[in-house]
């Protein structure tokens, strides 16, 4: 089971907070299904990622998110998890960073590791009054 915890900082940030947990479970669940569209859905058309493959440099714009993701899908076709273990989540009134580890490997590799996590870093802001997804980064620890 997820565990949550919630830092505060606004007086309506719990809401936020509630939001932003909503948002990234939303997401980590279509990353998982492979559901394309429901990745997207709540990030900024000028998103930034840097992600565990390359380009090392990073991802640009909206456009180039999407076209990233198939790659991954195929990789988890072959019957890997993506599993959000913890998350954290401070929210301002406008902008707001979200950090998790997540499960995400083939049985074999689990196996392999079993301790190792995917690190989720978020940062989002509040544009009329939706929170949007406008950096990502996903890294993996190097022994």
């Known amino acids: 089971m997820p565990q949550y915890s919630y830092r505060t900082d ?34 900024a058309q000028d998103i930034v990622l840097y992600d565990v493959p390359p380009p090392h440099h990073g991802i ?6 999407r076209a990233h993701w198939p790659p991954f899908f195929a990789w988890q076709a072959q019957g890997a998890c993506f599993d959000i273990e913890t998350l954290d989540v401070t929210a301002g009134t406008d902008v707001a960073y979200a950090h998790a580890l997540l499960r995400c490997a083939t049985p074999e590799e689990l196996a392999a590791h079993p301790d190792v996590r995917l690190r989720l870093t978020l940062g989002l802001r509040k544009e009329r009054g939706r929170w949007l997804v406008a950096h990502e980064h996903h890294s993996f620890p190097h022994d």
């Not at 640009?60 to 998110?65: D, P």
Request: hydrophobic share 50%; charged share 20%.
């Open 60 to 65: 640009r714009g909206l456009a180039a998110y």
């Open 10 to 43: 606004a007086p309506d940030a719990g809401d936020d907070e509630a939001q932003i947990r909503a948002l990234v479970t939303a997401w980590a669940a279509a990353v998982h299904r492979g559901d394309l569209a429901g990745v997207v859905a709540d990030h």
